[in-house]
């Protein structure tokens, strides 16, 4: 690891403090964000985090224009 990018990770790390640790932070916040994760994880564990340990519906890709 270069000295710019081993930099780059130390004030990173100074920031970790200032993630929410709120103990419902992996809970959905947008109207769709519970569908949208389901659809890519599956269904949550009885904590109801999404851990993407089963499988999943496949998600159809959207069209190319």
């Known amino acids: 690891m270069n000295e710019v990018n081993r930099s780059a ?5 100074d920031y970790m403090k200032n993630v929410d640790v709120h103990p419902d932070v992996h809970r959905a916040t947008e109207p769709d964000e519970d569908q949208v994760l389901r659809e ?3 269904e949550p564990d009885d904590d109801g985090i999404f851990r993407a340990d089963g499988p999943a519906e496949p998600v159809d890709d959207p069209p190319e224009s």
């Open 9 to 13: 990770q130390a004030r990173e790390v």
């Open 40 to 42: 890519l994880y599956g």
